[in-house]
């Protein structure tokens, strides 16, 4: 009895944050600015260790003082987003995108261990104002205008590669973005971004791997 007594006194002793320790989450945004540097974690009561927004790799696991928290500049102060981490899990992926005339980010947040994105799974995500079409091997997707989909492809090359093609979608037809050569992997997963050219107000697209550790074996 003494002994559960103290259990349940060292439980109500623990702060909101360290009661949220063991929730981690990865990072990666579309685009980052150049001048952005390094940013944190951040409630009202606490702050995560300061780290840098990838954009071409995922970061290192995060954690966030709670489920509720908002994505600070260090250097410069003010919020870039806001994110909402749902109730259920613990481990989880924040894409951070940008959409046309917003200054900050909005997150798509995603379980790490997602069962609907697989190893050599493609998460396409079109952040364009017009629906994006293509194949990876055999497969055939078409993906409106702010829409996902989760890709498995179909159909590899003998030597471990998959024809892709990728287009937009336009009034007068659809235009070829890119023809290429994406791996077949046992390993990665990836995700392709479509968004409009700040520079040349066209739409272009931009993917990035993720290595996918495997599970941990089961606790006996």
């Given at each position: 009895?003494?002994?559960?007594?103290?259990?349940?006194?060292?439980?109500?002793s623990?702060?909101?944050?360290?009661?949220a320790?063991?929730?981690?989450i990865?990072?990666?945004?579309?685009?980052?600015?150049?001048?952005?540097?390094?940013?944190?974690?951040?409630?009202?009561?606490?702050?995560?260790?300061?780290?840098?927004?990838?954009?071409?790799?995922?970061?290192?696991?995060?954690?966030?003082?709670?489920?509720?928290?908002?994505?600070?500049?260090?250097?410069?102060?003010?919020?870039?987003?806001?994110?909402?981490?749902?109730?259920?899990?613990?481990?989880?992926?924040?894409?951070?995108?940008?959409?046309?005339?917003?200054?900050g980010?909005?997150?798509?947040?995603?379980?790490?261990?997602?069962?609907?994105?697989?190893?050599?799974?493609i998460?396409?995500?079109?952040?364009?104002?017009?629906?994006?079409?293509?194949?990876?091997?055999?497969?055939?997707?078409?993906?409106?205008?702010?829409?996902?989909?989760?890709?498995?492809?179909?159909?590899?090359?003998?030597?471990?590669?998959?024809?892709?093609?990728?287009?937009?979608?336009?009034?007068e037809?659809?235009?070829?973005?890119?023809?290429?050569?994406?791996?077949?992997?046992?390993?990665m997963?990836?995700?392709?971004?479509?968004?409009?050219?700040?520079?040349?107000?066209?739409?272009?697209?931009?993917?990035?791997?993720?290595?996918?550790?495997?599970?941990?074996?089961?606790?006996l």
């Open positions: 009895m003494r002994s559960l007594a103290l259990s349940l006194l060292l439980l109500a623990l702060s909101p944050h360290a009661l320790a063991k929730l981690e990865r990072f990666l945004a579309e685009r980052v600015p150049a001048d952005l540097g390094p940013v944190c974690l951040a409630t009202e009561d606490a702050r995560s260790d300061p780290f840098t927004m990838p954009m071409n790799n995922l970061s290192a696991p995060q954690t966030p003082p709670a489920r509720l928290f908002n994505i600070v500049s260090v250097e410069k102060g003010g919020s870039l987003t806001t994110v909402k981490l749902p109730e259920e899990g613990d481990s989880f992926i924040a894409l951070l995108v940008k959409l046309p005339g917003q200054a980010y909005s997150p798509v947040v995603m379980p790490y261990r997602n069962p609907k994105f697989k190893v050599g799974d998460y396409f995500l079109n952040l364009a104002d017009k629906s994006v079409l293509g194949y990876v091997g055999t497969t055939k997707f078409i993906l409106e205008a702010g829409k996902s989909e989760v890709v498995t492809p179909g159909g590899a090359r003998e030597a471990k590669f998959y024809d892709v093609g990728l287009g937009v979608r336009e009034e037809g659809d235009r070829l973005l890119a023809t290429t050569r994406w791996p077949e992997s046992k390993h997963r990836y995700y392709v971004f479509f968004f409009m050219d700040p520079k040349t107000n066209q739409i272009t697209f931009r993917g990035v791997d993720e290595f996918v550790a495997p599970p941990p074996p089961p606790e």
